[in-house]
Each structure stands twice: as structure tokens, then as C-alpha cells.
């Protein structure tokens, strides 16, 4: 009897720590890592999204950005994160794609986070330096027809969303384009800019204004139908790459571990977010919108995540001698 009653007071006692620790959260400020460089389409996701869930949070959520590796460093270092709701990740379809590209990779994205929820599905953008003489897309695929190795693609690392691209576009094309590689897309872009590399897949939070400016070139959008915020770009599917199709579906992370009160808050923070007018604001002014509230569980995000990553294995596969 008084060892059932020692169990009973030990259960209480843990019961009681776990409501506490979780009432007590946050009670310090709250780090979403964002695994590419300041700048890029997924730092202004994150940076977006962490003003709302600050104010739901009644906590300072800061941006820490650690790039390398196409996502796959910063991904590390919250896979290794004390697993106490106070380092987040925020990641792409790169999570989907680094098992097949890292086979050595530090994290297995399934086991290791527990995810939150989903944030949004961001389109994305074939673009062209400035002063490349390509002005449309049939231009270009004559261009490259006539000398793939004239020109440079960028992108943000072996397994991020502007690599991928480049890598179904390479296969589409048949041409396999030189490439320059970047710690994000906010630094490519810079470069692209100043007429210092050619091309570029890049999603579209990073390259509306640019587009809507008439600053670079724009031979299509990825998505099947035109998009409401560039509705004069077309499809590549439009344009002769049939089939042609790339979202850029981001989500929330912690390490696993994580309270479960602890991940509830974060995601009664996150669907706060995303359905607070500012942020819904923002995103369709860059050309996205939050995605429905139905993919912000962990459910459905984790459901996803492993669809995703056979699907890649498979794209990769069949677009290897592109891959490197
Ligand atoms: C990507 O290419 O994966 C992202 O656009 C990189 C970034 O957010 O900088």
C-alpha cells in the first residue's frame, strides 16, 4: 500500500511539474531559427509570423538565422535544442528533400521535431538578371538550347526550394546550367540584381516587388494556374514545360520532447498568426496567402512531411545527374 501511495505522490508530483513548467511558458523570450540568410523568402515568412505569435505569446520571439548546408545546419541545431518550446524552426520543402540528398544527415526529419503546423505554400518564380537578353521564357530555352553553359543558376544550397527548382528545370530543359551557390535567396537575389548571375528559381515573397518593379526578368511562375499578384507572368506549364510544378510549403518545428502543453501553445500561437489580418495582409501582398487552418495541426503537417519526402526521393532520383 505505501508503495502504491509513493507512485501515486511521484505521478502527482510530475503531473504537477508539467502543468507548472507549461503555465509558466514562456517566461523568456522565444528563438524561431530560420536555416537560410537574413533577407530571403523564408526569413520574411518567419519574421511575418513571429511579430502575431509574440503578441498571442504575451513573449519576445526573436529571428535567429543560420544558413548552410540548403537548410539542413540550422535544421541541425534545433534537432539538438533543448526540447523546451524555446528554439523553433521554421522550414521548407527542404525538410522533405534532405534525407535523400544528406545521407549523412544528423536529424531524421520524422523522429527527430515534433512538428506544430503548417504556415504556407509559397509559389514560385523563374526569373533573369536584368540584363540578359532573354526576354521571355521562349527566349530563354533558345538561348540555352544554343549554349547551356553560358549561364549561372543560383540558388541557396543542395536541397533548398531554388535548388530544387533548378533541378526540374535542368531536367525539363535537358540543359545542365553552372551553378552558384548562396547561404538564401536574399543574397542571390543581390547578385541576380546587379546583372552577376543569370538566373534563378526563387519564390515568390522574395521577388514580387522585384517583379512588379521591372527589375528582372520574369519567364513564369510554378503553380498551375497564373498567380493574383503577377497575373501578367505565366505559367511555365503555359509556356511549354507541361506539368511544370513547385510549392514551397513551409512549417513550424520544435525538438521532439517538446511538452505537449508546451507545443499546444505554440500552436494556438501559430493558427493566431495566420489568421490575424497583418499577417494575412503581408503574405498576399507578397504574393501567398496562410494556408488553411485544416494544415496547421501536427497532424496533418506530420502526415505531409512523409508523403513529401517519398515524393522527392523519387524526383531526385529521376533528376540525378542534375542533382550536385
Ligand atoms: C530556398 O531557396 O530554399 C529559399 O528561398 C532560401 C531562402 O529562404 O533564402
Excluded at 518567419?46 to 503578441?55: C, D, E, L, N, P
Excluded at 520543402?93 to 504556415?119: C, N
Excluded at 537578353?133 to 530563354?140: K, V, W, Y
Excluded at 489580418?277 to 512523409?306: M, S
Aim: hydrophobic content about 40%; glycine content about 8%.
Amino acid at each position: 500500500m505505501r508503495k502504491l501511495a509513493g507512485i501515486f505522490v511521484l505521478l502527482v508530483g510530475s503531473l504537477c511539474a508539467a502543468v507548472v513548467h507549461a503555465q509558466a511558458y514562456p517566461h523568456k523570450p522565444i528563438t524561431i531559427i530560420v536555416p537560410f540568410a537574413a533577407g530571403g523568402p523564408t526569413d520574411t515568412v518567419g519574421r511575418t509570423i513571429a511579430v502575431a505569435m509574440q503578441k498571442r505569446l504575451r513573449q519576445t520571439v526573436v529571428i535567429e538565422n543560420v544558413s548552410g548546408g540548403g537548410g539542413t545546419v540550422g535544421a541541425t541545431r534545433v534537432a539538438h535544442a533543448a526540447p523546451d518550446g524555446y528554439t523553433l524552426l521554421l522550414y521548407h520543402v527542404g525538410m522533405a528533400t534532405a534525407p535523400t540528398l544528406y545521407p549523412d544527415l544528423p536529424f531524421d526529419p520524422l523522429k527527430s521535431f515534433e512538428p506544430i503546423g503548417e504556415v504556407t505554400d509559397v509559389p514560385m518564380t523563374l526569373i533573369g538578371r536584368p540584363g540578359l537578353p532573354a526576354r521571355d521564357f521562349a527566349e530563354l530555352r533558345a538561348y540555352l538550347a544554343r549554349d547551356p553553359a553560358a549561364l549561372t543558376y543560383a540558388h541557396a544550397g543542395m536541397g533548398s526550394a531554388s535548388h530544387l527548382c533548378g533541378l526540374l528545370l535542368m531536367k525539363a530543359l535537358g540543359v545542365d546550367l553552372r551553378t552558384v551557390t548562396f547561404k538564401g535567396t536574399g543574397p542571390a537575389l543581390n547578385e541576380l540584381l546587379s546583372n552577376r548571375v543569370d538566373v534563378m528559381c526563387d519564390q515568390v515573397t522574395n521577388t514580387n516587388s522585384q517583379i512588379r518593379g521591372g527589375k528582372v526578368r520574369a519567364y513564369g511562375v510554378t503553380t498551375p494556374e497564373r498567380i493574383a499578384s503577377l497575373p501578367g507572368v505565366p505559367t511555365l506549364h503555359e509556356v511549354g514545360l507541361r506539368g511544370f510544378e513547385v510549392a514551397v510549403w513551409h512549417a513550424l518545428y520544435v525538438p521532439a520532447g517538446t511538452p505537449q502543453e508546451v507545443r499546444d501553445k505554440l500552436n494556438d500561437a501559430l493558427r493566431y498568426a495566420l489568421t490575424d489580418q497583418t499577417v494575412k495582409a503581408r503574405l498576399n501582398d507578397l504574393g501567398t496567402d496562410p494556408v488553411p487552418l485544416h494544415k496547421v495541426t501536427p497532424e496533418f503537417t506530420r502526415d505531409h512531411l512523409r508523403a513529401e519526402i517519398d515524393k522527392w526521393a523519387q524526383v531526385i532520383r529521376d533528376a540525378r545527374p542534375y542533382v550536385d
